[in-house]
C-alpha cells in the first residue's frame, strides 16, 4: 500500500507544479546533481542481483553497472559519480522509474514490445530462456506437458504471460518473489517452478540439495535482458550503451561472465558461441 | 513528471474482466473472513470478560499472538507452514482445491478475529457493570446474561469501530497476494505486466478500493442509525 500512495503521490505533485525540463537530459542532470546513480535491483536473484553469504549485495548486473556504466557516466560528466542500489522486483521495477525513484534498473528485465511503450531499454545484455525447474523423476518434461498441472511462476513475468495463452488450462500460481515461489515447489503447493533457464539455475544452485532438482524443457520463449530507464532521455541511453559496448569490445564484459557464469562462478552457465557473437555484433564502430 | 496518460489500458484486451474477477476476489476472501473474524471477534471479546479466569487467559492469549504478529508473515504461516502439518491425502486435496485461497482467508479471518475481539470487549465493558447485576439478581445464568442483555446491547454500541475494522479487513485482503490469491490488486499488476502501464492500473485498483470501501460505510453507517439505543448512543445533530 505504501507503494501505492508513494505513488499517488508522485503523481499527484507531478501534475501540480510540471516545472518545464530545460536541460537535454534529465536524468543526466539529476546525476550530475546528486553525484548518484541510483540502480534498481535484485535481492533474491543470483547471480544477476542477491546477497551473498557474507551480506553483501553483489551480481553480474550490478558489476556491469559499477565497471562499465559507472566509468562512463564518470566520464560523460566530469566528475566521480557513486552508486546507491535499491530493490526492484517485476511489479515495482516500472513504477521505480517513472517515479524518479530509480535512474536504471539493472536486474533481470526481458527486453520486451509492450514494456517499451513505458521505458527505454539499453543493448541486451543477457540471452536466454524460459524453462521448468521440477523435483527430480517428475513426469513434467516441458511446456507440452504441464496441462492441468500446478505451475509456479513469477507474477509480473513474461513466463506467466505465455502460459496463460498457450496453455490455459494449467494452474498457474503467480508469486511475488523467487523464495516463495521456490518455497511452493519445495512443500508440493506446486508442481514446476517456471521462470528462465539462468535464474533456475541460480536458484538450483543455491538449493540446500542442489542435485533433488532438475531444470528440463527447451527454451519456450526468447528472453533478452535489457536495463531499462526512463522514456525519451537518449542522452543518458546513449552513455549507457556506450558503456556496455565498451565493456564487450574490451573484453571486461566476458571477465566478468566468466566470474559469474565460469565453471568456478557462482552459477556454472557457459556462453554459446551464438550468444557470443550476439553480443558483439551490437557494437557499432567508434 | 512526463509520463502520457493511456487510461484506454484499463478497458481494452482482457483488463476489464481481469479487475472485475480481482473485485468478486476480493470480496469473496474478505466477506468469508470477515464472517471468520466476527464469530472469533464476538467469542473471545466475550470471553475476555467473564468471571472465570482460564477462559479469560485463553482468550487474551489469541488476541495477543495473532494480533501482535505481522498479517504478512500470517499468510506465509497458514500456507507455508499448516500444509505439512496435515495428512499426505489432505494435503494433496488441499492443494488441487485451493490452498491458497484458504490460507489467505484462514489468515485474515484469524488476523481480525484478533481485532474484533478487542473492539467487542470494549462495546461490553461500556455496558454499566449494574446490569450485570441485575440480570443475576432475577436469576439469570452467566451465558443467559450474555445471550439476552450484554451480547445485544454491546453488539449495537461498537458498529463505528466494527465498520473501521471490517475496512480495514477489505484492505488487508490484498496482502493475500503473496500467496497467489488473484484478488484486486494482484489483477491490477497483471495489467501492468501486459500493459506495462503502471500507474493507470493502480489508479483503477486505487478506485475500486475507495468506491468499496465508501459502499460498506454507508450501508454500516444505515445500520448504525437503525439500531442505536435512544440514551447509549448520542448523536450529535439527531439522526
Redo the contacts between chains.
Keep these: ?1 505504501t507503494r ?1 500512495v508513494a ?2 503521490l ?2 499527484a ?3 501540480g507544479t ?1 516545472a518545464p ?1 530545460l536541460a537535454q537530459s ?1 536524468t543526466l542532470d539529476k546525476i550530475n546533481q546528486s553525484g548518484t546513480l541510483v540502480i534498481g535491483t535484485r535481492t533474491g536473484s543470483p547471480p544477476f542481483g542477491f546477497v551473498n553469504k557474507d551480506n553483501q549485495w553483489v551480481g553480474f548486473s550490478i558489476d556491469l553497472v559499477e565497471q562499465a556504466i559507472l566509468p562512463a557516466l564518470s566520464k560523460k560528466l566530469g566528475k566521480e559519480i557513486k552508486l546507491e542500489k535499491k530493490e526492484s522486483t ?2 515495482t521495477r ?2 521505480l522509474l ?1 517515479s ?1 525513484a530509480v535512474d536504471l534498473i539493472a536486474e533481470t528485465m526481458t527486453d ?1 514490445r ?2 517499451r ?3 527505454d531499454f539499453s543493448l541486451t545484455f543477457f540471452v536466454t530462456g524460459a524453462q521448468f525447474l521440477v523435483k527430480k523423476g517428475s513426469p513434467i518434461k516441458g511446456i507440452q506437458s504441464i496441462a492441468g498441472k ?1 505451475i ?1 511462476a513469477q ?3 513474461t513466463n ?2 505465455i502460459i496463460r495463452e498457450r496453455v490455459p488450462n494449467a494452474q498457474l ?4 518473489d523467487q523464495p ?1 515461489a521456490f ?2 515447489l519445495v ?4 508442481d514446476a517452478y517456471t521462470n528462465d533457464g539462468i535464474q533456475l539455475a541460480g536458484l538450483k544452485a543455491k538449493a540446500p540439495k542442489p542435485g533433488d532438482w532438475t531444470i528440463v524443457g527447451d527454451f519456450y520463449s526468447y528472453e533478452p535482458y535489457g536495463m531499462a530507464m ?3 532521455d537518449s542522452d543518458f541511453r546513449s552513455v549507457v550503451n556506450n558503456g556496455l559496448m565498451e565493456a564487450i569490445e574490451s573484453g571486461k564484459y566476458f571477465e566478468l561472465y566468466d566470474k559469474w557464469f565460469g565453471p568456478k562462478g557462482e552459477v556454472p552457465y557457459p556462453l554459446t558461441a551464438e550468444n557470443k557473437r550476439f553480443l558483439q555484433l551490437q557494437v557499432v564502430p567508434k | ?3 502520457k496518460f493511456q487510461w484506454s489500458v484499463l478497458w481494452s484486451g482482457q483488463s476489464g474482466s481481469w479487475l472485475l474477477q480481482g473485485v468478486l476476489m476480493t470480496l469473496e476472501i474478505s466477506a468469508l473472513a470477515w464472517i471468520l473474524a466476527v464469530t472469533l471477534g464476538i467469542l473471545s471479546g466475550a470471553l475476555r470478560t467473564v468471571p472465570f479466569r482460564p477462559l479469560r487467559a485463553a482468550a487474551t492469549f489469541y488476541v495477543e499472538f495473532f494480533r501482535n504478529v505481522p498479517l504478512l508473515v500470517w499468510m ?1 504461516f497458514w ?2 507452514g499448516v ?2 502439518l496435515l495428512p499426505a491425502g489432505a ?2 486435496w488441499l ?2 482445491h485451493g ?2 485461497f484458504w490460507a489467505g482467508m484462514f489468515a485474515l479471518g484469524v488476523y481480525h478475529g484478533a481485532r474484533f475481539s478487542e473492539v467487542m470487549r470494549s462495546g461490553i465493558q461500556a455496558i454499566p457493570r449494574t446490569q450485570f447485576e441485575a440480570a443475576q439478581a432475577m436469576g439469570f445464568t452467566t451465558w443467559q446474561v450474555y445471550r439476552l442483555i450484554i451480547l445485544p446491547v454491546a453488539l449495537r454500541l461498537i458498529v463505528p469501530p466494527a465498520t473501521n475494522e471490517s475496512l480495514n479487513l477489505l ?1 488487508n485482503s ?1 496482502v493475500a ?4 490469491v ?1 484478488e484486486l490488486t ?1 489483477q491490477t ?2 495489467i ?8 493507470e492500473a ?2 483503477a ?2 478506485l475500486i478500493y475507495l468506491a468499496l470501501c465508501l459502499s460498506i460505510a454507508t450501508i454500516m453507517s444505515r445500520v448504525e442509525r437503525r439500531f442505536a439505543i435512544p440514551g447509549l448512543i448520542v448523536r450529535v445533530g439527531g439522526g
Design positions: 500500500m501505492f505513488l499517488l508522485t503523481l505533485l507531478g501534475l510540471a525540463a534529465p517485476p511489479p516500472i513504477p517513472t524518479n520486451t509492450p514494456r511503450d513505458s521505458v500446478r509456479a507474477q509480473g513475468s506467466a504471460r500460481r503467480e508469486f511475488p516463495a518455497q511452493a512443500q508440493g503447493q506446486t526512463r522514456k525519451n | 513528471m512526463n509520463y506465509f500456507y507455508f500444509p505439512p494435503q494433496e492443494f488441487t490452498a491458497e484492505k490484498s497476494l503473496t500467496i497467489s488473484a494482484f499488476r497483471q501492468e505486466t501486459y500493459t506495462a502501464r503502471a500507474i493502480l489508479t485498483g486505487t
